[in-house]
């Protein structure tokens, strides 16, 4: 099983009641305690912001085992009933079952949840892949602003492809020799193999093959030396060998 954790790299700029500011969105992208923030929410008014561009590369085929979104945030004041929540979604719809923390914590919470419905991966590949982060203040007169370190989604999937990956090249060259010339004509061809491997194997595989092709004139040779090679390459990675054929 494969784990692929990403932050987000974009935002709407944040959508909220009249007086509201969004601070500093892009402190989310990011662990490393500079905040993000929805400030100076006022007496039953309510502010989000849509994070984005997560950019997952999750195989085509992938089995999506979990999907877990994660947030660490905190308010200014515990005195204004506030209510902070955050979710997962997928181009504007709401997926699985928000996490909602009204314990209006001063100091940096981490929280997160698997409850995040269920996803193809096309869909976690996408941009359209979002969080949402949300406060909420309840029938109190005191302000208060919500602060987030970052957002994050973890997703767990099994690669399913069967490591197997074949390569074809054709090479043609040709070497012209002067008359008289003595010795040989050498052509040397690289090919570059990236190979992948099966699931449950170890350690990582590179390939990097070189043929060399030597022609050697007869003494006396006038005129043009001609080679003319067809590769076929295939590579098969197992969990415990590789196997190469030329």
């Known amino acids: 099983m494969t784990t692929s954790i990403k932050f987000p790299t974009a935002n709407n700029g944040g959508i909220g009641d009249v007086d509201i500011t969004f601070a500093t969105l892009t402190n989310a992208y990011a662990d490393n305690t500079s905040y993000a923030e929805i400030q100076s929410i006022k007496r039953s008014q309510s502010g989000y912001v849509i994070y984005s561009g997560f950019g997952f ?78 406060l909420d203040q309840g029938g109190s007169n005191t302000d208060v602003d919500l602060l987030f370190d970052y957002v994050t989604i973890t997703v767990d999937y099994t690669d399913n492809r069967n490591g197997t990956v074949s390569v074809s090249e054709a090479v043609s060259s040709s070497t012209s020799r002067k008359k008289g010339a003595k010795g040989s004509v050498s052509e040397s061809v690289g090919v570059q193999i990236s190979t992948v491997a099966k699931k449950g194997a170890k350690g990582s595989v590179s390939d990097s093959l070189v043929f060399q092709q030597s022609v050697v004139g007869k003494k006396g040779a006038i005129g043009t030396v001609a080679v003319s090679e067809a590769i076929g390459v295939s590579i098969t990675y197992f969990a415990d060998k590789t196997e190469h054929k030329y």
């Open 57 to 134: 590369t999750i195989p085509t085929g992938a089995t999506i085992n979990s999907v877990t979104f994660e947030v660490q945030w905190k308010v200014s004041t515990a005195a204004s009933v506030a209510t902070m929540t955050c979710q997962i979604q997928y181009n504007g719809t709401l997926r699985g079952t928000a996490i909602v923390n009204t314990a209006e914590p001063t100091s940096d919470t981490i929280q997160n949840s698997s409850n995040s419905g269920t996803w193809t991966v096309a869909e976690l590949n996408s941009a359209l892949c979002q969080i949402l982060v949300q």
